[in-house]
Structure formats: C-alpha cells, structure tokens
C-alpha cells in the first residue's frame, strides 16, 4: 500500500483537545498540550504513550465480563523474530490459527496485562458494528440514506449518499486530507469553533461541496469516517463504547475491558483511538475470521464479512483496494491498518489471524510497510510448514 492512504489513517488522532493527568511527567508519559503532537513525539514518547493513552486523553470503558474465550496453546512457529522485533519497534506480535496461538511475543516492556492503542485499525472494527447495527435493525440497510441518521447533513453535498457509500468512503464530497496545508480540511476541521450546541463533526461536514457523483470515486476523508461512528451512536441510541460491550467485547469473551477515546463533545471517533490487549485483539481478528458468529448466531447479516473485505472501491493500487473500512487483496487476504505500525492481517486461507502493535520511528514509511510485508510472508511460510 503507497503511503500516502496509510497517512490519511493519521487524522482521526487529532480529535481529543482535552487536558492531560496533571502528574503525567512524574509517571514517565508524554503530555498532549495539542492533540497533534502525538504525531511528532519521540520514540521513548511513543513507546510510554501508546501503552496509555487512556491516562492521557479521556477515554470510556468497553466493558468485557463473562467466560474469557480460550486462545489454545498451537505448535509453535520455527520462525525468529527478534530482529524484526527490535528494528521496527514492536511491542506485541501474535499469531493465531486456527485460534489456537502459534506465536506471542512482546517488546518494548510492553506485556499480556497492557493495553495498546489501535490508531486506524478502529475503523475496521467501527465498521463491523454498522453490520451489527444492521442485524439489530436499527439501521435500516446499507442504502438507506444517511441523512435519515444525521438530519444536520440534509440540503447540502451528502444529499442522497447512502451508509454503503459511506462506508467505502465513496461519497464524492470534496475533502483536502493534505497535512502540510494549514488550510485543508483535515486541518481546519479540528479547530474550535462555535457551532451553536451542533455536533463539531457535522457542523463542518454539513459545510462541505459535492466534487462527484456519489458512488463514483474513492477519495480518503477522515472526516467520513468520524460520521459513520456519529451514525451509529444516533440509530443505536448508544455510545460507540457500550454499543461495541454489548454486541462483541462480552458476548465473544474479551480478557480484558478496552477503553475508547471520547472527543470534546462525548464522541468516540468511529476511526480511532480503542486501546485493548494484545490478545484481545487478535480475538477481533478471530471473530472476524469466524464471520462474526458468536454462540451459533452471527452479529451481522449473513454474508457481511465476504462483501465488507473485498474490494467495493478502486484506490489506484494494483491488487488492492478499499471494503467497509477494510484494506483489501485481491488474493483474499485482508487488514485493518493504523500509523505507527498497527495492523490485524486476517488470511482465511491459511485460517490466520496475526496482530502487530508497534512504536516505528515513523508514523508510515515505504521501508516500515516492507518490512512488514516481509514478516507477514515469513509467518505464512511458517503456518504452511
């Protein structure tokens, strides 16, 4: 994947503008005077922040309880990994196949009982609650439109865009997601304004011009994706946190409570920002392998995860695409990305579920995704042994 489309995984970091735990310094973690600056800390800033970043900015608790799911003990993997480790700052690697772990390992101090933040890798899981949404009947289908959710938007450019379009980021509304540029969108959209008591994400998105059809181009807005969580929370009538409790963090037997980060408004940004275990996550990686069958019911409609992890939307990138907030293959493998290195690769084939929390020294970079293409190509070699 160019790296331009993983930088755009950067922007749903900026929401949060609230203060930090007076004594962060003392503990040994970075303050947030600005919410950007998560972007430019240094590399001990990011391996302390990452791992709590629910003591920095606020966040709500996803509630796990209940039977943990098991993950069985596997035969382990002849595979080294120390190096990969140590290069591109890893603090957790796990393999599951077959749900069963066929390698654990953690780095940076980082451990089984730490919670790691998920950046970007958030939207996938996002997504999957729009299919739980769905299958609850609180949102009518993936045609419907979304101003039936989010009235705010009616009488402007997301006129007649439906939850699929949505969903792909196919909207054909004009967003500018240039970082350098202080007039673009994605930096314009985070500074404080009135909006007369109006949710901040939908005042600005209401504002925004039509630049095509929609379901015609593929265009990356951080923007959208923050609405797609917006949609959830107002046909749920939940937050995006007890909503995601409710349907996969107790039901499928979580270890842990996650925590979610909440914007100045009480938001959680539907494609950022969950911080869970290790272990958990390759659990939402499992499920996700398993069609979202939890108890012998499926969470989503039938056929949800086939159509959310194919290519719905053309990114100009050979032989991948974009799905329902997954980075697609056209070989059937799949991911949920975030900057620094998060990532969850799901291989139905080989039946494989690896979860790769990481501080890199840089946000995305061509050297960082290749190395990580080099890892994924070694555990699969590995599993086929």
């Known amino acids: 994947m160019r790296s331009h489309h993983i930088l755009g995984l950067t922007a749903a970091i900026l929401l949060s503008a ?24 240094s590399q001990d800033e990011r391996e302390a ?37 140590e290069t591109e700052k890893v603090a957790g690697l796990l393999v599951l196949q077959d749900g069963r772990v066929r390698l654990e390992r953690y780095g ?4 089984p009982d730490g919670r790691w933040t998920s950046f970007s890798v958030a939207k996938s899981l996002t997504s999957t609650l729009v299919g739980a949404a769905i299958a609850d009947d609180h949102i009518e289908s993936l045609q419907t439109p979304i101003t039936r959710y989010l009235p705010e938007l009616a009488g402007g450019a997301y006129d007649g865009v439906t939850v ?20 673009s969108d994605v930096a314009r959209f985070f500074e404080p ?30 923007g959208e994706t923050n609405l797609v969580g917006l949609l959830i929370s107002r046909a749920t ?36 920002c969950l911080t869970a275990s290790l272990r958990d996550w390759g659990r939402v990686g499992q499920l996700v392998l398993e069609d979202g069958v939890i108890d012998g019911d ?20 050979p032989g991948r695409g974009y799905g329902f907030q997954w980075w697609t293959r ?43 293409e080099a890892i994924l190509a070694r555990i699969a070699a590995a599993a086929d042994q």
């Open 108 to 111: 940076l101090g980082f451990g």
């Open 164 to 183: 699929r379009q949505l969903l792909t980021m196919t909207s054909g509304v004009a967003w500018n997601e240039d970082y350098g540029d202080p007039d």
């Open 18 to 41: 609230c203060a930090p735990e007076p004594d962060l310094i003392g503990q040994g973690l970075p303050r947030l005077e600005r919410t950007s600056e998560v972007l430019f800390w």
């Open 193 to 222: 304004r009135e909006t007369g008591g109006m949710d901040p994400t939908l005042h600005y998105m209401r504002g925004l011009t039509r630049a095509a059809e929609p379901g015609t181009r593929w265009h990356y807005s951080t």
């Open 298 to 317: 499926s969470i989503v409609p039938a056929g949800w995860f086939a159509e959310a992890t194919r290519k719905q939307a053309d990114i100009d990138d």
């Open 330 to 372: 056209d070989d059937g493998r799949f991911e949920a990305y975030g900057i620094f290195g998060q990532t969850i690769h799901i291989d139905p084939e080989r039946r494989l579920v690896v979860v790769i929390l990481s501080a890199w020294p840089t946000a995305t970079g061509r050297e960082r995704s290749q190395a990580r």
């Open 237 to 272: 009538g939940r937050t995006l946190a007890d909503y995601l409790s409710q349907t996969i963090w107790r039901p499928y037997g979580m270890e842990r409570d996650a925590a979610w980060m909440v914007d100045e408004a009480g938001q959680e940004p539907g494609g950022c």
């Open 49 to 85: 922040g990452f791992r709590a970043m629910d003591r920095i900015t606020p966040h709500r608790t996803v509630a796990a309880g209940g039977e943990v799911r098991a993950l069985p003990p596997g035969a382990p993997l002849d595979l080294e990994v120390d190096a990969f480790m």
